[in-house]
């Protein structure tokens, strides 16, 4: 995590079973859905480029949505969702490798396998369209290097999210090589979330790199400003989960529906 930053218990719960974690029997080997493809059919018809979260719970999340996974994913797929995301970390987000594969059979949007990855063997857990590679958590002792694991998830097929927070990240993402880079804005050593991070961030990032505005976006008015500020897609998973509300009172549709029909300017 660099520095002596002090890191939410949470978290350092989350990297204490992410570094035990091993991967699979064999190695996985992917023909993607293209990521920037499904933002550029999203945009070609008149929606925002949203990837929508299965995100059962969290460490911040109030409450936990238990319903089908399947049947949520659908539903943000009908809501407009340009691509999926699917929490696959079992013990603080009820995510699996399992359920991220029920849920690319039934879709045909690309799916992201949203996890803590720190070693090559943690790639081949699940073929996904998408990988995720956290510049905070890489290059530390004990995992592995951003770059070479960069090129270890391209070898197999996978394109990759690479997510940052600071503009320091940022230069290092762009520097291993990223094409697809993610500002976060939930601050990951204290769980704070504040929408100025992408605004702050986004603008050191390069032409041609795709930005991915994560985290925080509740809002159609949230979306405005994070497209103002550069975002060629959104990561939304709380403000379509709506996790403490019961199942009965939840369109995950609707929830979907009201980001990807957000009117915008994309600068
Ligand atoms: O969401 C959390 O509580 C969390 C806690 C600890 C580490 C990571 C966490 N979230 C990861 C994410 O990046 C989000 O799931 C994703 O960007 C969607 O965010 P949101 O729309 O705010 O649910």
Redesign the pocket.
């Known amino acids: 995590m660099g520095d002596s930053e002090e890191i939410?218990p949470?978290?350092e719960s989350?990297l204490a079973t992410a570094r035990e974690r091993g991967g699979a029997d064999g190695r996985v080997d992917v023909e993607p859905r293209s990521l920037t493809d499904a933002f550029a059919d999203a945009e070609a018809d008149g929606r925002v480029p949203v990837i929508a979260?299965v995100?059962p719970t969290?460490?911040?999340?109030v409450g936990e949505r238990t319903e089908d996974p399947v049947a949520l994913a659908e539903q943000m797929v009908e809501g407009g969702a340009a691509a999926l995301?699917v929490?696959t970390e079992p013990e603080?987000?009820g995510g699996s490798a399992a359920t991220l594969a029920r849920i690319r059979e039934a879709v045909d949007v690309p799916v992201l396998r949203?996890d803590?990855v720190l070693h090559e063997e943690q790639l081949d857990v699940v073929e996904a369209d998408v990988i995720l590679l956290i510049v905070r958590f890489l290059d530390e002792p004990g995992t592995g290097d951003l770059a070479d694991l960069l090129s270890a998830a391209r070898e197999r097929g996978f394109q990759v999210l690479v997510?940052t927070h600071t503009a320091d990240e940022l230069a290092r993402a762009v520097e291993a090589g990223a094409e697809i880079v993610?500002v976060?804005?939930?601050d990951?050593a204290k769980?704070a979330?504040d929408l100025d991070t992408f605004e702050r961030v986004a603008p050191d990032a390069p032409e041609g790199v795709t930005l991915v505005a994560?985290?925080?976006?509740?809002s159609p008015a949230d979306v405005a400003r994070m497209r103002r500020a550069g975002a060629d897609a959104l990561?939304?998973?709380?403000?379509?989960?709506d996790h403490g509300a019961p199942a009965e009172e939840t369109d995950v549709t609707a929830n979907t529906r009201r980001l990807t029909t957000a009117t915008t300017t994309h600068e």
């Open positions: 939410a949470a978290v989350i979260e995100k969290s460490p911040t999340a995301s929490l603080h987000f949203k803590f997510e993610g976060n804005n939930r990951l769980l979330v994560e985290s925080g976006i509740q990561l939304v998973g709380s403000a379509i989960m």
